[in-house]
């Protein structure tokens, strides 16, 4: 006869939290809630969450030995087969809490890497994700810690009994982390030569960034009219995608959809998805998405200015979008954030609220970036023409006997191909 246990097949776990003396007031229990939303999306029950107060952290568990035992009793007590911690942990602190409780024990790091392995479709995402989780895993795999080791479909979460076991020693692990970055420096090429290819055609573009869950893919979707998934869920998106819109003007512009930041993201998840994020770099002007329904709003958006930071991309041209504002129910919240960013827009992708003013400010970003000239194109070479009118503004155009006569705003990217026409 299968035992309670047995009979249950969900993993159940307990968060922990830390609060330190340095963090701001409500930091840690915003931090905690958006652990949970993490772990939920690995479809894994929460059984209950501890927020621990912290003076300053202890070498061998990260938390005092008298914590540590009432933390393990209580997870044992509800039955848990986990124990997150939303602070990043050691390889000594992991192994000794799974030694000291019997548990699994992993922190927020392991549980973003676990979702952005579930999520990666394209070869390079599930590249890099494969790279990042090797020099995650790399330091713990000891002796005793060799069910950290995972195949290709199993989940860091679902570690245990009964799973294969793969023993790796480092050299191994160095052997498959520099295949790893030859093959992703292929991608990568590969990637530079397809951005340079567009860059030949000079539409303009422009990259969605923003924390997740914002609304991106949403916001993607509603400008283009095109079905990129967009899911009510944290890192629904992780591999770029680009689609054409053409404005009210008759101008193309391209614009891509990025993998969303969180906090505490780990720092070689940033490294490795560099590529992913340089469509940010490399784009004409950014469209920064917030979600205005989330109260830690204003973190979201600290956070999303330091990864452009240090991606050199913060210089940029940034429109700032509120997003859901129609979720939105706190007039003086909105208020306020209205008085703090007078220019930023505030508009529903799911309602369409607002969605004007921002494709007319995206027309004045794209006006700005172009400067006027004469031109006089020969009648063999009338496709500059066509192509004017779609990625610049022709003024006043007038036919003659040796070709069109036009004075045009051309965008900086195909003023140089237009020097042989000017007059």
């Keep these: 006869m299968l035992t309670d246990q047995e009979k249950r097949k969900k993993t159940r776990a307990l968060l922990v939290g830390v609060e330190l003396n340095t963090m701001a007031t409500g930091e840690a229990e915003?931090?905690?809630?958006?652990?949970?939303?993490?772990?939920?999306?690995?479809?894994?029950?929460?059984?209950?969450?501890?927020?621990?107060?912290?003076?300053?952290?202890h070498a061998p568990f990260f938390l005092g030995k008298g914590k540590v035992e009432d933390i393990i009793q209580y997870a044992k007590a509800l039955e848990c087969d986990l124990i997150v911690f939303d602070n990043e942990l050691s390889p000594a602190q992991q192994r000794n809490w799974e030694r000291e409780s019997g548990l699994v024990v992993i922190d927020r790091q392991e549980v973003i890497l676990d979702i952005f392995a579930e999520r990666a479709h394209t070869k390079e995402a599930v590249l890099q994700v494969e790279l990042a989780y090797w020099e995650y895993a790399m330091p713990r795999l000891k002796n005793a810690w060799t069910h950290l080791s995972r195949q290709r479909g199993g989940r860091v979460t679902q570690r245990g009994e009964g799973e294969k076991q793969i023993e790796l020693d480092q050299r191994m692990v160095r052997k498959r982390i520099a295949r790893l970055k030859r093959e992703i420096a292929e991608v990568v090429q590969h990637r530079a030569v397809q951005r340079k290819q567009r860059l030949k055609v000079p539409i303009p573009t422009a990259a969605i960034?923003?924390?997740?869950?914002?609304?991106?893919?949403?916001?993607?979707?509603?400008?283009?009219?095109s079905d990129?998934?967009?899911?009510?869920?944290?890192?629904?998106?992780?591999?770029?995608?680009?689609?054409?819109?053409?404005?009210?003007?008759?101008?193309?512009?391209?614009?891509?959809?990025?993998?969303?930041?969180?906090?505490?993201?780990?720092?070689?998840?940033?490294?490795?998805f560099k590529a992913t994020l340089e469509e940010a770099v490399h784009a004409d002007f950014i469209i920064h998405v917030m979600d205005v329904s989330s109260l830690q709003v204003e973190q979201h958006r600290k956070t999303t200015l330091r990864v452009l930071e240090e991606l050199g991309a913060e210089k940029k041209n940034i429109l700032l979008v509120f997003n859901k504002i129609d979720a939105q129910e706190d007039a003086l919240f909105v208020s306020t954030l209205r008085a703090h960013f007078p220019e930023a827009l505030f508009l529903s992708a799911k309602t369409g609220q607002?969605?004007?003013?921002?494709?007319?400010?995206?027309?004045?970003?794209?006006?700005?970036?172009?400067?006027?000239?004469?031109?006089?194109?020969?009648?063999?070479?009338?496709?500059?023409?066509?192509?004017?009118?779609?990625?610049?503004?022709?003024?006043?155009?007038?036919?003659?006997?040796?070709?069109?006569h036009i004075i045009a705003h051309?965008?900086?990217?195909?003023?140089?191909?237009?020097?042989?026409?000017e007059v």
Excluded at 212 to 222: E, F, P, Q, R
Excluded at 376 to 399: C, F, M, N, R, S
């Design 354 to 404: 607002g969605m004007n003013a921002l494709c007319e400010s995206m027309e004045a970003l794209l006006e700005a970036s172009l400067d006027r000239m004469e031109l006089l194109i020969p009648y063999d070479k009338y496709e500059w023409v066509t192509k004017l009118h779609e990625v610049g503004a022709i003024d006043q155009k007038k036919d003659e006997d040796d070709g069109a």
């Design 209 to 225: 960034v923003g924390y997740t869950n914002a609304g991106k893919s949403s916001l993607l979707n509603a400008i283009t009219g």
């Design 228 to 272: 990129v998934l967009a899911e009510n869920k944290l890192f629904a998106t992780l591999d770029p995608t680009t689609r054409r819109v053409k404005l009210k003007s008759g101008r193309l512009l391209l614009l891509t959809d990025t993998v969303g930041f969180v906090r505490r993201l780990p720092h070689r998840l940033v490294d490795a």
């Design 410 to 421: 051309v965008p900086k990217r195909l003023q140089a191909s237009m020097k042989a026409f």
């Design 30 to 57: 915003a931090l905690l809630d958006e652990l949970g939303e993490l772990v939920r999306n690995l479809d894994i029950e929460i059984a209950a969450s501890e927020l621990v107060y912290l003076r300053h952290p």
